[in-house]
């Protein structure tokens, strides 16, 4: 069902939406350094949250250009690539804001796993609400 020349947000759209996000969980995750240990690096919240803000941008928005249902949602948004780019970023700053009190002060590979799906179901859900598939 189309309004306007948008479609309206559907348990669909949403579902395939959030699945881009759970697979950018591992963006979200502490750079894991192997030694002779395999130890794994922890990193402060502060350092994880910078890393979400300058990665996730363009990691999002290629994920929605190679996908033919999502860049033809954009396409009929009017939503470029580039201004993909300077909207992201203003929806993971509220997401990040939701839940940064939630999260430890050092995060784990297993804690950054947990959060950052979280965080991608966020940033995913409020795109596609905002966006792509808004009832007008």
């Known amino acids: 069902m189309k309004s306007r020349g948008r479609s309206i947000l559907n348990k669909h759209n949403i579902l395939k939406l959030i699945g881009y996000f759970l697979v950018l969980d591992l963006m979200f995750s502490p750079i894991?350094?192997?030694a002779a240990t395999d130890s794994v690096v922890e990193m402060s919240k502060s350092t994880w949250f910078e890393q979400i803000k300058i990665t996730a941008p363009s990691l999002i928005c290629k994920s929605f250009i190679e996908d033919t249902d999502i860049a033809l949602q954009m396409k009929n948004n009017n939503i470029t690539y580039?201004?993909?780019?300077?909207?992201?970023?203003v929806i993971?700053?509220?997401c990040v804001k939701q839940y940064k009190a939630n999260l430890p002060m050092t995060i784990t590979d297993e804690i950054a796993d947990k959060w950052?799906?979280?965080i991608g179901e966020c940033i995913g859900t409020n795109f596609a609400m905002q966006y792509l598939y808004q009832d007008n």
């Open 32 to 34: 894991i350094i192997f």
């Open 82 to 89: 580039d201004n993909c780019l300077t909207l992201v970023p």
């Open 116 to 118: 950052g799906k979280v």
């Open 92 to 94: 993971s700053e509220k």
